[in-house]
């Protein structure tokens, strides 16, 4: 049969994001896929080593535009890290719970792009919803909705504001009590399972050699997780457990990630439980225009909603970073696993796969 | 840790090994041994390459190139030490030359950091499968990551020709 070239996006109804993939095909089954990311491209690293530690922020959160929370946390880590600022232990709870709170957003909006995809138009409305809710939230303790800035080196901002963890524990009651029907409707549905179900595999063998992580190696078995692994924040002094699949298959991711988020409500009232009552919640940093940190490299990593989150940060001793290099995770799942999966699968199951490996593409172009 | 030290210093030459806190090695190598020591450490169980990356030490006219390691667990459900470690492995190369050998084969996550290093910082890593733009979409004279590529300069060159819109008003009439 004819090959024949394809060009999948960036204008796309199955696409999210602006990235696109050209696909060598026969007939409806794909040969070939080569991923093409740079739409979103800023070079926000290079920005980054033209400003002052603190300015940096407004950058950092914008490199990931569905969680900017994670990026703010692992930048304040590196700067921590280099300059040696210890975090106090109120600061490391409200962290953790803020981080919490955007896991839970994240994959909400995650199931909103996977459901609007694939036609679930009802449960993608509930997502978004939900979403929304937590959103209100974060507006109610930082100020703004999607890019926050709450978490500077050294702790947070500010503290939670009164009444904040009552409201918080309502509100994820509220979303956990519509989980049955997001089951009905969704999860177990077997439309959703036909088309989910047997897609786009990625083996552990696969997994490990093209450097996945986050949900892709979940759902072949393996809690790899950092909050276990290397805990950082308040993550070794809750217990928790890291929800894994072994089929490997779209089906399979996304109940990981489902089962990921109904943990994370869980794991948030227990923070609140154990969190000390009062306290400061950051520790005093520098004039931010005159703050220099002293000479040195660091490497420090955290986990995301969609995985490890790793950042190289070098200073050499002056009031600007001298590089700073994200590792993200989206980098691995679109580049190398996403060519990799799509490969004897069938064209209309591309947005399928590429959501369920949660790929989101300003992550990878930075 | 330590025993992974000793292990290196005995197996290779001219490694300077730094161990700054527990979970992290710091190795500088000379670039004839990287090859050898990503192999060694990857048959070690560090099978997971988190990043590459690239200094651009503009003043002593070298790229200091990064590799990133850590490992899966062995066990799907223990935790252990192993995991938390994180390996950084450095090494310098010629700024005006600038060629490495590629680690496709070793490691096949590598190639799109090689791919987006070829295109900002300029290093041709030999041996590529394919080496072709990854992000940008025009060619640079000088590779835009690196020191000496002046962003003011290039937004002025580029965007600083539009004339405001004071200035075409004037010019209409």
């Keep these: 049969m004819r090959e024949l070239e394809l060009y999948f996006g960036p204008q796309h109804l199955g696409m999210v994001g602006n990235f696109s993939i050209t696909l060598k095909v026969e007939g409806d089954r794909i040969v070939q896929a080569d991923a093409n990311p740079g739409f979103l491209h800023r070079g926000f690293e290079k920005l980054m080593e033209l400003r002052t530690w603190m300015q940096n922020f407004p950058l950092v959160?914008?490199?990931?535009?569905?969680?900017?929370?994670?990026?703010?946390?692992?930048?304040?880590?590196?700067?921590?890290?280099?300059?040696?600022?210890?975090?106090?232990?109120r600061g490391k709870f409200i962290r953790s719970i803020y981080c919490e709170m955007a896991r839970v957003g994240s994959h909400l909006f995650g199931l909103w792009a996977y459901a609007n995809m694939l036609g679930f138009d009802t449960v993608a409305n509930w997502a978004m919803y939900h979403r929304d809710l937590l959103l209100d939230l974060f507006e109610?303790?930082?100020?703004?909705?999607?890019?926050?800035?709450?978490?500077?080196?050294?702790?947070?901002?500010?503290?939670?504001?009164?009444?904040?963890?009552?409201?918080?524990?309502?509100?994820?009651?509220?979303?956990?009590?519509?989980?049955p029907d997001y089951n009905a409707t969704f999860f177990e549905n077997s439309l959703f399972k036909q088309r989910a179900e047997g897609i786009g595999i990625v083996t552990r063998?696969?997994?490990?050699?093209?450097?996945?992580?986050?949900?892709?190696?979940k759902a072949t078995g393996m809690k790899y997780d950092i909050r276990k692994i290397e805990p950082y924040d308040a993550y070794d002094q809750v217990d928790f457990d890291i929800p894994v699949r072994t089929d490997g298959d779209a089906y399979s991711r996304l109940l990981a990630i489902r089962d990921d988020m109904i943990e994370s409500v869980h794991m948030i009232f227990k923070l609140i439980d154990k969190m000390p009552k009062s306290g400061a919640v950051y520790t005093k940093t520098p004039n931010p225009f005159k703050w220099t940190i002293p000479k040195g490299e660091a490497y420090v990593r955290c986990e995301s909603s969609r995985g490890e989150l790793g950042l190289y940060m070098v200073s050499n001793g002056g009031d600007k970073p001298?590089?700073?290099?994200?590792?993200?995770?989206?980098?691995?799942?679109?580049?190398?696993?996403?060519?990799?999966?799509?490969?004897?699968?069938?064209?209309?199951?591309?947005?399928?796969?590429?959501?369920?490996?949660?790929?989101?593409?300003?992550e990878i172009d930075r | 840790m330590e025993i992974l030290k000793q292990k290196l210093s005995s197996n290779f030459n001219g490694l300077d090994i730094r161990i700054p806190g527990e979970t992290r090695m710091i190795i500088s190598t000379v670039k004839e041994s990287m090859l050898s020591l990503l192999s060694y450490l990857k048959n070690d169980g560090y099978e997971h390459l988190a990043l590459i990356s690239c200094n651009?030490?503009?003043?002593?006219?070298?790229?200091?190139?990064?590799?990133?390691?850590?490992?899966?667990?062995?066990?799907?459900?223990?935790?252990?030490?192993?995991?938390t470690r994180n390996i950084i492995i450095k090494t310098m190369i010629s700024r005006d030359t600038s060629k490495f050998l590629t680690i496709t084969n070793l490691y096949n996550s590598a190639e799109p950091y090689e791919r987006e290093l070829h295109e900002m910082f300029g290093i041709v890593f030999e041996g590529h499968p394919r080496l072709t733009p990854l992000m940008l979409e025009r060619e640079y004279k000088i590779p835009p990551f690196r020191k000496d590529f002046d962003t003011m300069a290039y937004v002025d060159n580029t965007f600083g020709k539009i004339p405001s819109i004071q200035e075409r008003k004037e010019g209409m009439q």
């Excluded at chain 1, 199951?349 to 989101?360: A, F, H, Q, R, T």
């Excluded at chain 2, 070298?62 to 490992?71: G, H, N, P, R, V």
């Design chain 1, 61 to 89: 959160c914008r490199i990931n535009v569905v969680e900017p929370d994670h990026m703010e946390l692992i930048y304040s880590m590196g700067v921590e890290k280099l300059a040696g600022i210890e975090v106090p232990e």
């Design chain 1, 140 to 179: 109610e303790l930082t100020g703004a909705r999607v890019y926050h800035i709450y978490l500077r080196p050294g702790g947070v901002r500010r503290d939670f504001p009164e009444g904040f963890t009552d409201k918080l524990v309502e509100t994820l009651h509220k979303i956990g009590g519509k989980v």
């Design chain 1, 205 to 217: 063998e696969e997994a490990i050699r093209m450097g996945a992580v986050g949900h892709t190696i």
């Design chain 1, 322 to 362: 001298y590089r700073v290099h994200f590792n993200t995770p989206s980098y691995n799942h679109g580049l190398t696993v996403l060519e990799k999966a799509l490969v004897g699968e069938s064209v209309s199951d591309v947005g399928n796969i590429m959501i369920s490996l949660y790929v989101v593409a300003p």
């Design chain 2, 56 to 83: 651009d030490w503009i003043d002593a006219g070298k790229l200091e190139l990064i590799y990133i390691l850590s490992a899966y667990m062995a066990d799907d459900t223990q935790y252990k030490e192993k995991e």
